[in-house]
């Protein structure tokens, strides 16, 4: 028995029964008996009949055969989940013998049930479950599947779920054995402007004879590609973006440590991965005492991230840099010992393994702007969380009285002592200023990736990168390289590769330095005239 004779018999029982009305007979022990055991072909003769006459029971009971959640023991049949047992008929708690055995299906047998579980899901009242089923078989269209696809369009009132719907009935028409009925599919697929259909399309493509379905094929096929290419083409942008905000969180941090206080710290990324391990903590905290409000952790996470990296970036500050100011070598080595101090405590309290920071529920999924564009929403959020700091350290830095104080201590730190201004304290609250934005930065981080101890060994060269080439102190020259490295990386790998994309980078930012020492934007005034 071939797979297309579950779908005719599955289609004549709704043809000709009328069922789905809700007044369908529920499922019977007998039913759930021949579905599980038996040969395959009787198992898939049970399983149509079952199928049509389907209710919730029936789906729920399908629902466990595709999850190998059913036992046999004799003649009685349970689900079990979380070793829990219950009774496929009625749903009642039941008792599984010492006996029972697993019930096992072969591929065949796996491939039916995952086709009658998207059957099933034809005629939910749930919207997603339709639309899901619709998906299911449009991946592997069947000419078979007609009429129960007919039925569902006769009862589909949701628009978007029918037009899929009809782009499902058209793949399944395209391997028709009747030349006007694949010429009309292919005509109906070119409305669909998808990679799935793109692949269906080139596959129908190798197998067809005629000369004027294959030219309705090749139309078709330009005019998907045409459609996709305006997706690729946001998607390497959108991309770029996203890549160029999280360079900027990273870098923003390192414009004050490196770009105003000139201090090589090498112990930036270490200051990242706090803030990664802080957010990691805080979602333990969430998880264990306020499991109910474990959607707002990564709100909460967000100012502790900060302080964590701010105290122990103001620790360092007083206890090793503030005595080599003026000395970058020596900061250089001295924060890179610092560093590896840093990576070994976290191995020592949280192992050398990486640990998983899940997303708030808000974060998950996407917006789907195209059929090959899907825009994330922990992406989005990175992207909005950037230009929050940036915005903050902006005002923060041009419009307070502590960044009036860091400037003047940074463009001339003698005038400013003789005017009263506490140089030492400065440095150390300018530090840990920068400090506390890697802090920021490595929350973030931890929204798109696993948090380990190595963490901040990944972004400390293009962090370094970006601040030289945009301008040293300049942060607006941090903002426009951020970006332009992003973009500019994520076009060339479309080109060459990920690896070829770096190399072609750094050898920009090579020959960029070598004509442009200054940067994108040269530091104005008495400081760069020193």
Known sequence: MHRSSLWLRLAAFLACLGLWSGAAQALTAAEATAIATGETDARIEALAKAVAAGDERTAAFIQALADDAVKVAGEKVFIVRDGKASDPVTGQAATVPDNAEDVVSNNRMRGEIDNALAALKLFSPDDKLRLQGVKALLKEPDESRLPLLDKALAAEKNDSIRAQLQLARAAALLGSSDKARRLEAAKALAASKTPETKLLLNERLQAETEADVKGQLLASLQAIEGALVWGDKLGALFSGISLGSILLLVALGLAITYGLMGVINMAHGELMMIGAYATYVMQGLFQKYLPGAFDWYLVAAVPVAFMASALVGAAMERSVIRFLYGRPLETLLATWGISLVLMQAVRSLFGAQNVGVENPSWMSGGVQVLSN?????????????????????????????????????????????????????????????????????????????????????????????????????????????AMGLGILNKFLEGWTGAVLAKIAVLVFIIIFIQKRPQGIFAMKGRSAEA
């Open 373 to 481: 564009l899907t825009l994330p929403y922990n992406r989005l959020v990175i992207i909005g969380f950037a230009a929050a700091v940036l915005l903050g350290m902006a005002f923060l830095i041009g419009r307070t009285r502590l960044g009036l104080f860091v400037r003047g201590v940074t463009q001339n730190r003698p005038i400013a002592s003789c005017m009263g201004v506490n140089t030492a304290r400065i440095d150390t609250w300018a530090f840990a200023l920068g400090s506390g934005i890697a802090g920021l930065a490595g929350c973030a981080l931890s929204q798109i990736g696993n948090v380990g101890p190595d963490l901040g060994q990944s972004y400390i060269v293009d962090s370094f990168m970006v601040v030289v080439l945009g301008g040293v102190g300049q942060l607006a020259g941090t903002v426009y390289a």
